[in-house]
C-alpha cells in the first residue's frame, strides 16, 4: 500500500503556466458538465423515447426550441474542446518542441475549428423541410 506522499491521482496542478492552470480546470469543469449533458441526452433519446419515435420530424420538433439548439450547442463545444484539450496534452506529453509538434498541432487545432464551425452551422441554420 502507498502513502499519499508517493500516490498521486491524476495529473498534477500545473503552477508555471496560468494557461495550463486553465485547460487543467477546464478538463475538470468541461467533464462534470459533459456527464449530465449526456446523460440528460441519453435518457431523452434512448429511455423516455423509443427508437420508434425519434427520426426527422422528432428532430425538427426538438429543434423548434432555442433551449434544445442550446442543449446540443453545449454539448457539441464542450465534448470538442474537451477532446482536443486531451490530444493536446498527449502531444505535449509525447512530442518535443520543433516542427513536428507544430505540425501536429496545427492539424489539430485546423481539424477541430472545422468540426466545431460545421457542427455550429448545421445546428444553428437548420432549416425543416
Known amino acids: 500500500m502507498q502513502n499519499s506522499e508517493t500516490f498521486q491521482n491524476g495529473r498534477p496542478i500545473p ?8 485547460a487543467w480546470f477546464f478538463m475538470r469543469l468541461s467533464g ?13 433519446m434512448h429511455l423516455i423515447n423509443s427508437i420508434d419515435t425519434i427520426d426527422y420530424q ?10 434544445w439548439r442550446s442543449y446540443d450547442g453545449l454539448m457539441l463545444f ?10 493536446r496534452t498527449i502531444l505535449d506529453d509525447y512530442l518535443r518542441p520543433g516542427a513536428w509538434r507544430i505540425f501536429w498541432l ?5 481539424t477541430g475549428f472545422i468540426l466545431l464551425f460545421v457542427g455550429f452551422l448545421t445546428l444553428f441554420t437548420f432549416q425543416p423541410k
Open 58 to 67: 422528432f428532430v425538427v420538433n426538438r429543434w423548434k426550441t432555442p433551449f
Open 78 to 87: 464542450l465534448a470538442l474542446l474537451h477532446g482536443l484539450n486531451g490530444l
Open 106 to 110: 496545427s492539424i489539430m487545432y485546423t
Open 32 to 44: 462534470i458538465l459533459l456527464l449530465l449533458l449526456a446523460i440528460g441526452h441519453l435518457v431523452i
Open 15 to 22: 503552477v508555471n503556466s496560468s494557461f495550463e492552470l486553465f
